[in-house]
């Protein structure tokens, strides 16, 4: 029995290509069991999961600019969470529900946290959305905090409000 790997068990890396389906399977089933009751069953039914593959396609290959980049985080092989940051926000983080817990996201974040430091970013921040106590306890323990901005946005009948959370780097 062999005691080590060629690769490691778990990784942060920046993501490829061939990566945007698996980061649009992480995402599809983060917001089912996150955000469904705050959207809506309804809203989670309607994602056009193709659509949805292309925009990531598209940010992995294409970036707009300095300070956008996706990062996948990996179970040996297996894709199982993302982060995503334009220039001093993280735009989106996720782990896949049966992989969380499991550091994904801190690392996740860390590597974020160190894209956006390399591109100039003295702050950082993100949008949660009200009732995700997961995602504001994640936060608040990585010393990120309310800022006290929030906007509302329409996602399909109803309106949904997030708050912006923010830290210095």
Same mark, same amino acid.
């Given at each position: 029995?062999?005691?080590?790997?060629?690769?490691?068990?778990?990784?942060?890396?920046?993501? !490829?290509?061939?990566?945007?389906?698996a980061? =649009?399977? !992480?995402?599809?089933? #983060?917001?089912?069991?996150?955000?469904?009751?705050t959207?809506?069953?309804e809203?989670?039914? @309607?994602? +056009? !999961?193709?659509?949805?593959?292309?925009?990531?396609?598209?940010?992995?290959?294409?970036?707009?600019?300095?300070?956008?980049?996706?990062?996948?985080?990996?179970?040996?092989?297996?894709?199982?969470?993302?982060?995503?940051? =334009?220039?001093?926000? @993280?735009?989106?983080?996720?782990?896949?529900?049966?992989?969380?817990?499991?550091?994904?996201?801190?690392?996740?974040?860390?590597?974020?946290?160190?894209?956006?430091?390399? +591109?100039? #970013?003295?702050?950082?921040?993100?949008?949660?959305?009200?009732?995700?106590? #997961?995602?504001?306890?994640?936060?608040?323990? #990585?010393?990120?905090?309310?800022?006290?901005?929030?906007?509302?946005?329409?996602?399909?009948?109803?309106?949904? !409000?997030?708050?912006?959370?923010?830290?210095?780097?």
């Amino acid at each position: 029995m062999a005691l080590f790997s060629e690769t490691a068990d778990v990784s942060v890396r920046p993501a !490829v290509a061939a990566d945007d389906a698996a980061i =649009t399977r !992480v995402q599809v089933a #983060a917001w089912r069991a996150t955000h469904a009751q705050t959207l809506g069953d309804e809203v989670v039914d @309607l994602l +056009d !999961v193709e659509r949805m593959r292309a925009s990531w396609h598209e940010a992995i290959t294409r970036p707009p600019g300095r300070g956008f980049g996706v990062l996948v985080a990996c179970d040996r092989a297996e894709v199982v969470g993302f982060a995503a940051v =334009t220039p001093g926000q @993280l735009l989106s983080l996720e782990v896949v529900p049966g992989h969380r817990r499991g550091g994904h996201g801190s690392r996740l974040l860390s590597a974020a946290v160190d894209r956006l430091r390399q +591109d100039g #970013a003295d702050d950082v921040a993100t949008w949660v959305l009200d009732g995700d106590d #997961a995602r504001e306890q994640f936060l608040s323990g #990585a010393g990120l905090g309310p800022d006290g901005t929030q906007r509302t946005l329409a996602a399909g009948p109803r309106e949904v !409000v997030e708050r912006r959370w923010s830290a210095a780097i």
